[in-house]
């Protein structure tokens, strides 16, 4: 057979009811396409005037079990499956009364939405776990040669209008573009929903055997850490924030105005925003290229500012600003005034209306706003990437103490007191975001800040 396949047969049951009439409007009117849909969605589609078998009267058979099965029939599954260039598929077929059916659209229950109510009951969450939809979709996607599946609404328009070029078919190559991203949405809704039950079960531990992490595009930038390479930015799913983000993270935030972000810059504004969120008290990071310039903490941002970029005045310049709090007039006129410092990215939870009005007469800079405020990451935890390999960590802050004082030694047989040992751990703990994974890195970084402790106690 042609890689070109015509729509004879739609099977349409949807959640997700946007656009969904007007798209099987158009299969009937301009196509001749035999609608067969469940439940509301076949209410809907009826009640707008188009014509829709119900999926009882195709099968034979009533739904049924509160309707858990409706679509989990030979009927259905043996239309999606058969391979339209077998002789023998196409015999069983005739022989058992299956008509076959050439796209599929579906959209599932909405389990990640349901289990974010913290009102959901264990049973009600249940009930929202989709069965008969993954099945469809997987079976139409395996039989991706012969049959069409669509398991997002903003495909609709794509495929009528390949339709309409075609007479009616669909090429192979949407059909293999549409068969990656059914497998892409059942494993994402599998992840949400083993996530959420191992969450409810005591007696499953955090490091399980496998630890499934679902990501979603956020954007295509212009090109990766060089300019012949492609880069693109992902974050958690919803349903997989928890694993190792946190709330108000750099890829959720609004960006107010200045250039698209470059891979450079996602890089150096995670890095500082990472880093002042350690904080608790007003406090200011200038970072480039993955170091700090300066840190700082003081009684307000503006002071905090201040000292951070009198830390490196010069390595400050290009550089990236992250702030914990709202970023008021003054913060900005002493950067841009004062200082005449040129920034790449500024990031905050946000800015008073004053400051937004003088940073846009430097229409390049990047303002992002995360929303919120400070925010440490929880339970001591976090999911690191060292060359290609994936660490989670869940260490007690006795176990990072303990740690941390022995790389403190030098300073402790110096004389040092407890005490300094205790205040140098606090910014030990901020520095080394790592938790000291190599002792020498952590001992390094305890040497290099001693000598400051020791003037100041």
């Known amino acids: 057979m042609g890689s070109d396949v015509k729509i004879a047969r739609a099977l349409i049951s949807v959640t997700d009811k946007t656009g969904v009439v007007d798209f099987a409007r158009t299969l009937v009117d301009d196509f001749g396409v035999e609608i067969i849909s469940t439940g509301g969605t076949a209410r809907a589609i009826e009640d707008a005037g188009v ?12 739904e049924m079990m509160d309707g858990r099965v409706k679509t989990l029939h030979p009927k259905v599954h043996g239309a999606l499956l058969a391979r339209r260039d077998s002789e023998q598929h196409m015999q069983e077929a005739a022989q058992h009364g299956i008509k076959l059916i050439d ?3 579906v959209n599932l229950y909405e389990f990640e939405k349901t289990v974010a109510n913290p009102e959901v009951t264990f049973a009600d969450a249940i009930e929202h776990i989709d069965i008969g939809g993954p099945s469809m979709l997987r079976s139409a996607a395996k039989n991706a040669t012969s049959v069409t599946v669509i398991s997002d609404p903003a495909d ?30 059942t494993a994402a809704y599998d992840t949400a929903i083993s996530r959420w039950l191992a969450a409810q079960a005591s007696d499953v531990a955090d490091t399980s055997a496998k630890l499934e992490i679902s990501l979603e595009k956020v954007d295509d930038l212009r090109y990766g850490e060089n300019p012949q390479q492609k880069a693109t930015v992902y974050r958690f799913a919803e349903g997989c924030e928890n694993t190792a983000s ?43 290229h993955q170091n700090p310039c300066g840190s700082a903490v003081a009684e307000d941002i503006t002071a905090a500012y201040d000292r951070a ?65 400070a925010v440490l990451r929880p339970e001591n935890r976090a999911l690191l990437r060292r060359s290609g390999v994936l660490f989670w960590l869940d260490r007690p802050v006795a176990d990072i103490e303990r740690t941390l004082e022995r790389a403190n030694r030098p300073l402790l047989a ?15 703990y901020r520095i080394c975001a790592d938790y000291a994974i190599r002792e020498d890195t952590a001992q ?3 040497e290099a800040i001693a000598a400051i402790w020791r003037e100041q106690v």
């Not at 110096?414 to 030990?428: F, H, P, Y």
């Open 51 to 62: 014509p829709v078998t119900p999926i009882e009267e195709f099968t034979g058979y009533p």
């Open 103 to 105: 796209l599929v659209v």
């Open 156 to 185: 609709y328009d794509a495929v009528l209008a390949e339709m309409h070029e075609t007479g009616g078919c669909t090429t192979l190559s949407t059909r293999r573009r549409l068969q990656v991203k059914v497998y892409q949405t």
């Open 246 to 288: 946190s709330q108000f993270p750099l890829v959720g935030s609004e960006q107010i105005q200045g250039k698209p972000l470059s891979y450079n810059n996602y890089l150096d504004a995670d890095a500082a925003w990472n880093l002042v969120r350690e904080f608790d008290e007003p406090a200011c990071v200038i970072l480039k």
């Open 309 to 373: 970029f009198a830390c490196d005045p010069k390595s400050a310049f290009g550089g990236i600003i992250a702030c914990n709090r709202e970023v008021p007039f003054d913060l900005v006129e002493h950067f841009a005034d004062q200082n005449k410092q040129f920034v790449e990215v500024i990031i905050a939870p946000s800015y008073t209306a004053e400051a937004l009005e003088r940073m846009a007469k430097r229409p390049n800079l990047r303002v992002l706003a995360t929303g919120g405020g």
């Open 414 to 428: 110096g004389g040092g007191s407890l005490e300094t040992l205790r205040r140098q751990r606090e910014a030990l």
């Open 444 to 446: 390094a970084a305890a």
